[in-house]
């Protein structure tokens, strides 16, 4: 349960959980721990592993070891029954549990599905002691969008569940941005803000992630002081989670976002308005130079540290996505902040991401690059990077970010992964210290994750065919020649997509806000399939002969539906260009036809994904009303939940901003009464007007999107029906042959 206690309090437990507790950040080359330091406790990877695997916890003795001059390492040896794991660090010991499961025990605990039920009662020895070296020291996790699209309203159990995923597969540093709102409120109470103009400038929790990066403010707010303290509660029990595990929670940094009127109350405090991002006025920036800026900076780390703790790394952003720095250097801006990072971190590790012309030279060049990390978004995007010669041999993390908005479409460009990775990695003189696996979104695509997670624990290439067919052994708990043959397809479809323009899907035109010309949901998506459709079908007809002994694996069953729903949404891509031409032709009766089997497909697909809980609609919006006292606090969290998903924002930021739908997903409840609604609206009218002759009537797509995002009706929150039947009736449902799309227009980020 959520903690209710006053501020005082709260901040009183924090500062005693900071006393009580011992900070073990994950090495840094800025701030590493020296070889053979202190030994740790056990016990937080016990307890990790109890959650795992609770019927075999028995069966393995945690051994804390020394970290060698190369870094962190684990091993794995033992008998039948009785094995011992030796790690680094909690984290490590988890990440060599994981290795013995997945290439002894031949199971998976993806993220999400898990064939774990397979275990044998005792579990086997491995060959000899295998022992595993780190082949980088930086292994990051998230976004800053993460808690915006993978689930503002999350609780403390899903919480846990993610940070022991990311121990378990290696990661070492994680971002956690939950609770940030609490420290801005602190912090700029002492300058002249009331609590109440604070609350309507901090937006709600689904949008916060953007606030934090400059762009907006104060949508789906006012927030209340409770939910600010319960969002601190959780995020400094998040912190206190990762450091128990060994691993370093990246807290947000201070680079000088202020609201609006901040010089009026602070004298000498001059602002640079920063103009518009996609139909949001942004917060101000607060001119580094100035001598309040570091009052200011010091304020914020001082609540932070009363919060949460300390951590040797910070994650910030200088003029993000079209910031504007005015008449302000940006190379003395960029010192003040470290500077003041400095000051209240010594040793501390700045983090930026990669992304777009972030970060600026200007910025590498002003400060010590020792206490830089650049977490790279773009690096398995764009042909012919040369990171070392673009960001002057600062330290970076190789990066990918496999979906924007976390979109349900599979597939990943994990083929240049598997290459590109270690090349870059081995050159002479490289600069690249790390991974960091950023999808704007979690929870979906478990075999990229998989696979990019592993390269750092490889100190060679991997075989991208080979370690395929060792996943689908192991995905579903035994061999089998159908899933064999099921990931052989996917592996040479929708996960063998090129580097040059994107690093995502295309998303499903089932989403997309209705047009007969649609080639995307999302503005910003690929117009065009980035794969041969046929792969995903045939895929889903090898998936339904797995032995039945297979099925019954948790992960199976996501696999199916998910491959389902992807086979489905790739039939929208040939079908609109079918209804199109029909009614381009006024050809009623085919326009006709096809209109019903795209009503009939949406209808499928919404039945299908009711068979699970991981594509409902409906504990989203459970969760968000779960953190509200009061019936309007209920109703703002669940309109902040709803509109992150359809509309993200008011009608500029939808329509002329372009982000309707940039969050689109295929779920039970969103696909019946939110896409169906409008694909429903949509068809309608056009066959009136074919009918009639006259035009079709004009339809108010943001008020009748924006009139969904209000309501309060419930969806289910368990699932219904049999994955399996329903699978099988898609595959029924698809042509023989689904015909690629020729390439559309699409907007390039």
């Known amino acids: 349960m959520r903690s209710l206690r006053p501020w005082a309090a709260l901040c009183a437990a924090a500062a005693l959980a900071l006393l009580t507790t011992t900070l073990t950040p994950s090495p840094a080359p800025a701030a590493a721990s020296p070889p053979g330091g202190p030994a740790f406790a056990t016990h937080s990877a016990r307890a990790a592993l109890a959650r795992l695997l609770p019927r075999h916890v028995s069966q393995f003795t945690l051994v804390p070891a020394r970290r060698s001059a190369s870094g962190d390492w684990f091993s794995v040896s033992g008998r039948a029954g009785h094995l011992r794991v030796r790690g680094t660090s909690p984290a490590v010991i988890l990440s060599g549990?994981?290795?013995?499961?997945?290439?002894?025990?031949?199971?998976?605990?993806?993220?999400?599905?898990?064939?774990?039920?397979?275990?044998p009662r005792t579990l086997p020895a491995p060959e000899g002691t295998v022992r595993r070296q780190a082949s980088v020291p930086h292994r990051f996790a998230l976004n800053d969008t993460d808690d915006g699209y993978s689930g503002a309203y999350r609780d403390w159990a899903s919480y846990e569940k993610q940070i022991d995923l990311l121990a378990l597969h290696g990661a070492n540093e994680v971002f956690v941005q939950m609770g940030a709102d609490a420290v801005y409120y602190q912090t700029l109470q002492e300058f002249g803000y009331s609590k109440q103009e604070l609350r309507s400038w901090i937006p709600g929790p689904a949008h916060q992630p953007w606030w934090l990066m400059q762009n907006m403010s104060g949508f789906a707010g006012p927030v209340s002081e409770r939910l600010i303290e319960d969002r601190a509660a959780l995020g400094r029990r998040i912190a206190h989670r990762l450091r128990e595990l060994g691993m370093t929670p990246v807290l947000p940094g201070y680079y000088g976002t202020v609201p609006p009127g901040f010089?009026?109350?602070?004298?000498?405090?001059?602002?640079?308005?920063?103009?518009?991002?996609?139909?949001?006025?942004?917060?101000?920036?607060?001119?580094?130079?100035?001598?309040?800026?570091?009052?200011?900076?010091?304020?914020?780390?001082?609540?932070?540290?009363?919060?949460?703790g300390d951590s040797a790394m910070y994650k910030m952003d200088l003029l993000h996505e079209g910031g504007r720095p005015g008449n302000v250097p940006v190379p003395d801006a960029a010192r003040a902040v470290m500077k003041a990072l400095q000051t209240a971190r010594p040793g501390a590790v700045w983090t930026l991401i990669g992304w777009q012309k972030n970060p600026s030279t200007q910025i590498i060049d002003a400060v010590d690059k020792s206490r830089l990390l650049i977490v790279d978004g773009l690096s398995d995007r764009y042909d012919g990077l040369d990171r070392e010669t673009t960001w002057h041999g600062a330290p970076y993390a190789f990066g990918t970010i496999p979906n924007f908005g976390g979109h349900t479409t599979v597939g990943a460009n994990t083929a240049v992964w598997a290459e590109l990775f270690d090349r870059w990695r081995t050159e002479p003189g490289s600069a690249l210290a790390g991974i960091a696996y950023l999808p704007e979104g979690t929870g979906g695509n478990p075999v990229a994750y998989e696979l990019f997670t592993e390269l750092a624990w490889r100190t060679g290439p991997v075989d991208h065919a080979a370690w395929f067919a060792g996943y689908a052994e192991r995905r579903y708990g035994g061999p089998d020649p159908h899933a064999a043959r099921a990931w052989e397809l996917l592996r040479t479809g929708p996960y063998s997509m090129p580097s040059g323009t994107w690093s995502e899907a295309q998303d499903s035109l089932f989403t997309a806000r209705p047009r007969l010309t649609a080639t995307s949901a999302a503005s910003w998506s690929p117009g065009a399939m980035r794969y041969d459709p046929d792969t995903v079908r045939e895929a889903l007809a090898e998936l339904l002969k797995v032995a039945p002994a297979l099925r019954t694996t948790d992960a199976y069953r996501f696999d199916l539906v998910d491959v389902a729903r992807q086979a489905l949404a790739n039939r929208s891509r040939s079908l609109l260009p079918e209804i199109k031409a029909a009614h381009d032709a006024r050809d009623l009766s085919r326009f006709r036809a096809g209109a019903a089997e795209w009503k009939g497909d949406l209808v499928l697909l919404d039945?299908?994904?009711?068979?699970?809980?991981?594509?409902?609609?409906?504990?989203?919006?459970?969760?968000?009303?779960?953190?509200?006292?009061?019936?309007?606090?209920?109703?703002?969290?669940?309109?902040?939940?709803?509109?992150?998903?359809?509309?993200?924002?008011?009608?500029?930021?939808?329509?002329?901003?372009?982000?309707?739908?940039?969050?689109?997903?295929?779920?039970?409840?969103?696909?019946?009464?939110?896409?169906?609604?409008?694909?429903?609206?949509?068809?309608?009218?056009?066959?009136?007007?074919?009918?009639?002759?006259?035009?079709?009537?004009?339809?108010?797509?943001?008020?009748?999107?924006?009139?969904?995002?209000?309501?309060?009706?419930?969806?289910?929150?368990?699932?219904?029906?049999?994955?399996?039947?329903?699978?099988?009736?898609?595959?029924?449902?698809?042509?023989?042959?689904?015909?690629?799309?020729?390439?559309?227009?699409?907007?390039?980020?």
Not at 97 to 119: C, E, F, H, M, Q
């Open 607 to 749: 039945r299908l994904l009711a068979t699970d809980t991981r594509f409902l609609l409906g504990p989203w919006l459970a969760d968000a009303r779960s953190w509200g006292r009061t019936g309007a606090e209920r109703d703002a969290a669940e309109f902040d939940a709803r509109s992150i998903l359809t509309t993200w924002g008011h009608r500029s930021g939808s329509d002329s901003g372009g982000l309707r739908d940039y969050a689109n997903r295929e779920w039970s409840g969103l696909v019946s009464d939110f896409y169906a609604m409008r694909w429903t609206t949509y068809l309608d009218s056009l066959d009136t007007a074919l009918a009639t002759g006259r035009p079709p009537a004009a339809i108010d797509w943001f008020a009748l999107e924006n009139a969904w995002n209000q309501r309060h009706d419930r969806y289910p929150v368990e699932p219904s029906g049999d994955p399996v039947a329903t699978a099988a009736e898609v595959l029924d449902a698809l042509p023989a042959a689904v015909p690629s799309v020729p390439a559309g227009s699409g907007r390039v980020r």
């Open 263 to 308: 010089t009026e109350r602070n004298p000498g405090g001059t602002v640079v308005p920063q103009g518009e991002w996609v139909g949001f006025e942004r917060p101000d920036w607060l001119d580094p130079r100035t001598d309040v800026f570091p009052r200011v900076a010091a304020s914020f780390y001082r609540h932070q540290r009363a919060l949460f």
């Open 97 to 119: 549990v994981n290795w013995y499961l997945k290439y002894t025990a031949k199971v998976d605990i993806g993220w999400p599905g898990r064939s774990t039920a397979k275990l």
